[in-house]
């Protein structure tokens, strides 16, 4: 599970009971606690990284972060690449992505086009 869904679910519920006020205070609650503990945190972030231990640490959270950040690009990859036209609209965007630096909206409005005329 993402949590998108959830963030948005929280904003619905807040919305089904208390119309728009609900909403944006549902929305601002599930919101708040991250931006607080990035603020508070922040600052500690080069302490704890000249910390032996407190380093290595956040290296693994590093390497973890990473390792599920590729098995959902794996995983979603399978997903979508299910033809040679496909393939090759994903083949480009990465292409474009990693030698032009496209901004990742282009690339979805462009994949979305080439869908569209390929009868994707």
């Known amino acids: 599970m993402t949590p998108g869904p959830v963030f948005t679910t929280a ?27 990035v603020a508070v945190s922040g600052p500690l972030i080069p302490r704890l990284r000249r910390s032996r231990l407190a380093g290595a640490a956040l290296d693994g959270v590093n ?18 690449i299910v033809s040679v036209s496909s393939g090759i609209v994903a083949v480009s965007a990465g292409a474009l992505l990693a030698t032009r630096r496209v901004n990742a909206a282009w690339l979805v409005l462009g994949g979305a086009m080439a869908g569209i005329a390929l009868g994707m």
Do not use: E, K
Not at 11 to 35: D, H, M, N, Q
Not at 63 to 80: E, I, K, N, Y
């Open 63 to 80: 390497a973890a972060s990473l390792g599920l950040m590729a098995v959902v690009t794996w995983q979603l990859g399978r997903a979508s």
């Open 11 to 37: 904003t619905f519920i807040g919305y089904v009971l208390a119309g728009v006020p609900g909403a944006v205070l549902a929305t601002v609650g599930i919101f708040l606690p991250a931006f607080v503990f």
